[in-house]
C-alpha cells in the first residue's frame, strides 16, 4: 500500500463525502435522533451511496489505497457494510475487496469486517466476531463458528482479542442508550 498521492482524487472526495454523511445519519440512527420522516431519508440517501458505489466498482473495481488513497478506500468500506439492504452487491464488494486484499491495496481486516457482515445478513455464523447488535440491554456479539478458536482467527487479520473489541464497543455504546429502548441496530465492530 501507498501513501502517494492517489490517481483518482475526484472520487477520493466523493467517497470520503458520503461516508461521512453516513456516519452522522448512522450515528443518529443508533440514538434514535430520527422520525418517521428522517428515517426515510435515511434510507434513500443509503440506497444513493450505494448506487454510487456501485458505479465505481463497475468503472474501477475496488477503490483502493491506490485510486482513491486509505481514507477514501476506508470510506468505501464503510459504504459497502451498511449496504445491507442489497444483500447481492455486498457479496461482490466482498470479492471485489479480497483481491484488493491480496494485491496489497486494500486492509485485510476491512475484508474481514464486510465478510462477516455478508454471512450474519444471510443469517450464518460470522468468522472473525466483528458483527455485534446493540439491543436495549447493551451489545451483544451476532453467533460466530467455532468460538474456541475465534481469537487466533481474529489474530490471522489482524484483529485484537475479542474481549477487547467488544469491551471497546461496549464502552462506545452503552453511556447512549435509553432504558426503556428496545430497538436493535447492528453494529460494526472494531479492530
Sequence with gaps: MTAAEPLRPDLARELIARAS??????AKRVRNQLDAVQLGQDR???HADTKVLRRILAEHDWPGHRLVGA???HAAWSLAL???DEADFQRAATTLLE???QDGDA????WAHLYDRTLVNRGRPQEFGT???????GVELCPVRAPGSLDQRRASVGLSPIAVALETVRRRYAPDRHAGDSSTVVLAGVA
Design 131 to 137: 458483527q455485534q447488535v446493540l439491543t436495549a440491554t
Design 44 to 46: 434513500h440517501a443509503d
Design 21 to 26: 454523511q453516513s456516519a452522522a445519519r448512522r
Design 99 to 101: 483481491r484488493a486484499v
Design 107 to 110: 486492509r485485510i481486516q476491512h
Design 71 to 73: 481514507e477514501a478506500a
Design 82 to 84: 451498511h449496504a445491507d
